[in-house]
């Protein structure tokens, strides 16, 4: 994105208007600063948003990297939900090569947690 004079490294512009409680709004000094509850401000102020970085993921590398995940039921990505019969698994055996059998890095690329979270470490800097 493009970077606007006067906002802040960071953010992003949302809006010119009336900032409302909970926003983000450049004051007189160039700063990022939440409007306070009850504080009413006039128009034209310069509202902002923090610019989310997108998460990057990276397969476990061993069995010590996984064991926080340990009771996380998986699925293979992709799959659909069928009334029938769950598409979800539950943690499997796993080693410092493997989950299930299945290297590492395979299954990061093939898994999913059921909670729609990469099969993986979060390395988002």
Not at 1 to 22: Q, Y
Not at 90 to 95: E, F, L, S, T, V
């Amino acid at each position: 994105m493009k970077k606007i004079a006067g906002i802040p490294d960071g953010w992003e512009l949302d809006r010119i208007g009336t900032p409302v409680e909970g926003e983000f709004f450049v004051d007189a000094l160039g700063r990022a600063s939440e409007v306070p509850k009850g504080l009413f401000l006039s128009k034209n102020y310069i509202i902002i948003c923090k610019i989310e970085k997108p998460k990057t993921y990276r397969p476990f590398k061993d069995a010590a990297e996984f064991h926080p995940h340990r009771y996380k039921w998986w699925k293979r990505k992709g799959d659909v939900q069928c009334s029938k019969y769950p598409t979800t698994y539950p943690p499997a055996a796993y080693n410092d090569i493997s989950h299930g059998g299945q290297p590492w890095g395979e299954a990061f690329e093939q898994r999913i947690f059921e909670d729609g979270s990469p099969f993986g470490v979060d390395v988002t800097e």
